[in-house]
């Protein structure tokens, strides 16, 4: 059982950080980090309901923005975009790094509280700082890896659809998810 829920968790926090990686692409400034954030309360939902732990959006809200020291991060990166010209790929770039790196890391934590069958609001954040720091990393390394490489890189439109198809082929992502997502890249064409 335990397996179980393990696979079952990487799955989930895979899949949200491949779609928040997607979303941090948004040409719209601070729709962006929107998106991110309900992809991130979505994955925790989940994630509760994987372990049988009730959840909240509230404290959910409060657990992300925590753990991630806020939105100050990816806004000021969303705002880069409002920028002409370079502005949507720069801060696409940095947002979508983030994004998908943060939200892996999210979900990794997550799972450490619920493991203990614990309430997101009842936990000392303090306490997964170092944790999270960490889990980050390993969030940027699995986006450099789904990504092909550097996740800081320039990432093309072609490239984005590539690492779209993918993440469908590998299950990570339904159809909806996948015709969705790719509407949202091919608009920016």
Excluded: W
Aim: charged residues 25%; negative net charge; contains cysteine.
């Amino acid at each position: 059982m335990e397996i179980f829920m393990k696979e079952g968790a990487e799955a989930i926090i895979k899949k949200h950080a491949v779609l928040s990686l997607s979303a941090g692409f948004i040409p719209i400034p601070v729709f962006d980090v929107v998106t991110v954030t309900a992809l991130q309360l979505d994955m925790l939902k989940q994630l509760a309901s994987l372990y049988g732990v009730d959840f909240k959006n509230e404290s959910g809200k409060a657990f992300i923005s925590a753990l991630t020291g806020g939105a100050i991060v990816r806004l000021g990166g969303s705002l880069i975009k409002s920028i002409p010209g370079v502005g949507s790929v720069l801060g696409g770039i940095s947002v979508a790094a983030i994004s998908g790196a943060t939200t892996y890391a999210v979900g990794e934590i997550a799972c450490k509280v619920f493991e203990k069958k614990a309430d997101l609001a009842d936990v000392s954040i303090d306490k997964f700082k170092d944790l999270y720091e960490e889990a980050v990393r390993r969030g940027k390394e699995f986006i450099a890896e789904f990504s092909g490489g550097d996740s800081s890189e320039d990432v093309s439109l072609s490239d984005r659809l590539a690492q779209l198809e993918k993440a469908y082929k590998d299950n990570l992502l339904t159809e909806d998810e996948y015709k969705e997502y790719r509407a949202k890249i091919l608009d920016q064409i």
